[in-house]
């Protein structure tokens, strides 16, 4: 019994250690307004890949994470986080978020302000998050 506990405790552990970058996920697909199904499903994809886990629990992250949201009013704190995995990994949350801003086939001046600042937070160039932009622009297009 006691070794399911501490199974259990360590499954949680591991599904926080993502919370700040699920969360920041969620305050971009929040940021203009209209957080649609679709944003949803790209975050319940990433939550899936990050943590090894089925749809199911995915959700359940995902409500987590989107109380988390609601409690912060700022970014510092997500992206502190973030700054502690290789350049790569930060380079994927930024490909993410973009994906999440033309989800609806557009960008507002809210979600290009917030990608530039959470670029500069990350120590990302305008010019790879210019590049990753344009990748996921043609990705749109190309479906």
Same mark, same amino acid.
């Given at each position: ?14 599904? &926080?250690?993502?919370?700040? =970058? ?9 940021? &203009?307004? +209209? ?7 790209? #975050? *319940? @994809? ?9 749809? /199911? ?6 409500? #987590? ?16 986080? =973030? ?8 380079? !994927?949350? %930024?490909? %993410?978020?973009? @994906?999440?801003?033309?989800? /609806?086939?557009?960008? &507002? ?14 120590? %990302?160039? &305008? ?7 344009? !990748?996921?622009?043609? +990705? %749109?297009? *190309? *479906?």
């Amino acid at each position: 019994m006691i070794k399911n506990l501490f199974k259990k405790q360590k499954k949680e552990n591991q599904n &926080d250690k993502y919370l700040p =970058i699920i969360a920041l996920l969620v305050h971009a697909a929040k940021i &203009d307004e +209209n957080y649609t199904e679709t944003e949803k499903t790209i #975050i *319940k @994809k990433v939550i899936m890949e990050l943590n090894k886990i089925s749809l /199911d629990e995915s959700k359940k992250i995902l409500e #987590i994470a989107e109380k988390a949201e609601e409690k912060s009013n700022q970014i510092v704190g997500f992206t502190s986080e =973030i700054k502690k995995y290789s350049m790569e990994f930060r380079l !994927k949350i %930024i490909e %993410i978020i973009w @994906k999440i801003v033309y989800s /609806d086939g557009a960008s &507002d001046n809210y979600e290009s302000n917030l990608v530039r600042r959470l670029c500069g937070l990350l120590y %990302i160039s &305008d010019r790879d998050s210019g590049m990753i932009k344009s !990748k996921v622009q043609e +990705n %749109i297009t *190309k *479906k």
